[in-house]
């Protein structure tokens, strides 16, 4: 295990009826506020007129930044910037899922920011103390946005996604009641149990030893999702199973199994190339470069994978070879995904081998990339290929 610093000071407010925590939680920071969405389903669901009572509440001046995309854009960031400079605001509430929280989190630190704030995306510079506070209302499972200091930020302008990790835009609070999540549809609810388990895997592939506790934390958590997944896509009004992925979405991300530990992330940076170029959806795109992935390293390093196989889908790993059981239990990855509604290939997108090099490039920000089989420009375009 690597020496290690941990720090999360985010406060779950977690359960039904939570968002009426905000008229206590919000006023610590300021009564002047950003309030950041999305495409608008918090209206359909009445979640906009709940958080626009606690805010009324607390006698806030309100100023709004909707429309905030799925693979939330610099230009974006950029508005919400302007917004808090022309108006003086002095705290951010984000109401949505984690490209809204991380749109928000680019915000907060561009604020104070005197020069661009993709400089603070694309982590050449680191952000300033001074953020903006934020907090969230969170609508969907899967990201972790809600209890981590990650922002992943979109430049459509050169088709390049990219993502900076401080814990000065930590959101200070996060209200997390499963009730807001039920609305979410079939397939966000798929990708979102996609990204889940990814974020896990990514974390528990790494480049480090000896860290036995991570990994049981990280197959507790991939052993949950595959046991309620399947349930919730079948029963998505379900209370009790949105509950279960709402924790695991927070917990798969928050720090808690990367201590101590070189997370890979190769996986990630490939989908986000693909999602920058083609702007599909995040979860969809992992599902299908992963298990990609997997079949790549599992020639060089199938031990893990074997691991995986047998804590996780319960192989049996009686006369087999690292390598037998590390191709079992990709397959069994595969068909997880494929059982729950995962898209398969690139092409189930409309994706051919037009921008193959594009996206190599793209996913590439260094000679190599991952930790647990470092990766070339080479490897990463076979995996591409592979995923057509």
Same mark, same amino acid.
Request: aromatic share 6%; charged share 20%.
């Given at each position: 295990m690597q020496n290690f610093e941990f720090q999360n000071p985010t406060k779950l407010l977690f359960g039904k009826g939570q968002i009426s925590s905000l008229k206590k939680e919000i006023p610590a920071y300021g009564k002047r506020i950003l309030l950041v969405y999305g495409g608008g389903s918090i209206k359909k669901i009445g979640l906009y007129d709940k958080v626009i009572n606690e805010l009324k509440e607390i006698g806030a001046f309100v100023i709004e930044l909707g429309g905030v995309e799925p693979n939330p854009r610099l230009t974006t960031v950029q508005r919400g910037i302007n917004l808090i400079r022309e108006n003086q605001l002095d705290f951010i509430l984000a109401v949505g899922g984690g490209s809204v929280i991380d749109g928000a989190k680019a915000i907060a630190a561009g604020v104070p920011y005197d020069g661009d704030v993709w400089d603070i995306v694309t982590s050449k510079v680191s952000a300033p103390s001074n953020s903006v506070p934020i907090g969230t209302v969170i609508t969907i499972a899967g990201t972790g946005s809600e209890m981590n200091g990650n922002s992943v930020i979109t430049n459509w302008e050169t088709n390049t996604k990219a993502f900076f990790n401080s814990n000065h835009v930590l959101p200070r609070f996060s209200v997390l009641d499963p009730e807001l999540t039920i609305s979410v549809p079939r397939d966000q609810t798929v990708y979102g149990s996609v990204d889940i388990m990814s974020h896990v895997f990514e974390q528990y592939f790494h480049g480090s030893s000896n860290a036995p506790l991570q990994e049981r934390i990280g197959e507790a958590i991939l052993r949950t999702v595959i046991e309620t997944a399947p349930k919730l896509v079948n029963d998505l009004n379900n209370y009790e199973y949105r509950e279960i992925m709402l924790l695991n979405g927070t917990l798969a991300l928050n720090g808690l199994t990367a201590m =101590?530990?070189?997370?890979?992330?190769? &996986?990630? !940076?490939? *989908?986000?190339?693909?999602?920058?170029?083609?702007?599909?959806?995040?979860?969809?795109? $992992? +599902? $299908? $470069?992963?298990?990609?992935?997997? *079949?790549?390293? +599992?020639?060089?390093?199938? *031990? %893990? $994978?074997?691991?995986? =196989?047998?804590?996780?889908?319960? !192989?049996?790993? &009686? =006369? %087999? &070879?690292?390598?037998? !059981?590390?191709? *079992?239990?990709?397959?069994? !990855?595969?068909?997880?995904w494929e059982s729950i509604g995962a898209p398969t290939k690139l092409s189930d997108y409309g994706i051919d081998d037009k921008e193959i090099e594009l996206m190599t490039e793209r996913s590439m920000l260094a000679d190599q990339i991952g930790s647990y089989v470092p990766l070339s420009k080479e490897d990463v375009r076979n995996i591409l290929r592979n995923s057509l």
């Amino acid at each position: 295990m690597q020496n290690f610093e941990f720090q999360n000071p985010t406060k779950l407010l977690f359960g039904k009826g939570q968002i009426s925590s905000l008229k206590k939680e919000i006023p610590a920071y300021g009564k002047r506020i950003l309030l950041v969405y999305g495409g608008g389903s918090i209206k359909k669901i009445g979640l906009y007129d709940k958080v626009i009572n606690e805010l009324k509440e607390i006698g806030a001046f309100v100023i709004e930044l909707g429309g905030v995309e799925p693979n939330p854009r610099l230009t974006t960031v950029q508005r919400g910037i302007n917004l808090i400079r022309e108006n003086q605001l002095d705290f951010i509430l984000a109401v949505g899922g984690g490209s809204v929280i991380d749109g928000a989190k680019a915000i907060a630190a561009g604020v104070p920011y005197d020069g661009d704030v993709w400089d603070i995306v694309t982590s050449k510079v680191s952000a300033p103390s001074n953020s903006v506070p934020i907090g969230t209302v969170i609508t969907i499972a899967g990201t972790g946005s809600e209890m981590n200091g990650n922002s992943v930020i979109t430049n459509w302008e050169t088709n390049t996604k990219a993502f900076f990790n401080s814990n000065h835009v930590l959101p200070r609070f996060s209200v997390l009641d499963p009730e807001l999540t039920i609305s979410v549809p079939r397939d966000q609810t798929v990708y979102g149990s996609v990204d889940i388990m990814s974020h896990v895997f990514e974390q528990y592939f790494h480049g480090s030893s000896n860290a036995p506790l991570q990994e049981r934390i990280g197959e507790a958590i991939l052993r949950t999702v595959i046991e309620t997944a399947p349930k919730l896509v079948n029963d998505l009004n379900n209370y009790e199973y949105r509950e279960i992925m709402l924790l695991n979405g927070t917990l798969a991300l928050n720090g808690l199994t990367a201590m =101590g530990v070189s997370p890979d992330w190769s &996986t990630h !940076l490939i *989908e986000h190339a693909v999602s920058a170029v083609h702007d599909i959806p995040h979860g969809g795109g $992992i +599902a $299908i $470069i992963a298990p990609h992935w997997m *079949e790549h390293v +599992a020639a060089v390093r199938p *031990e %893990k $994978i074997a691991q995986l =196989g047998v804590r996780v889908f319960d !192989l049996d790993p &009686t =006369g %087999k &070879t690292d390598a037998q !059981l590390a191709a *079992e239990a990709i397959q069994s !990855l595969k068909n997880f995904w494929e059982s729950i509604g995962a898209p398969t290939k690139l092409s189930d997108y409309g994706i051919d081998d037009k921008e193959i090099e594009l996206m190599t490039e793209r996913s590439m920000l260094a000679d190599q990339i991952g930790s647990y089989v470092p990766l070339s420009k080479e490897d990463v375009r076979n995996i591409l290929r592979n995923s057509l």
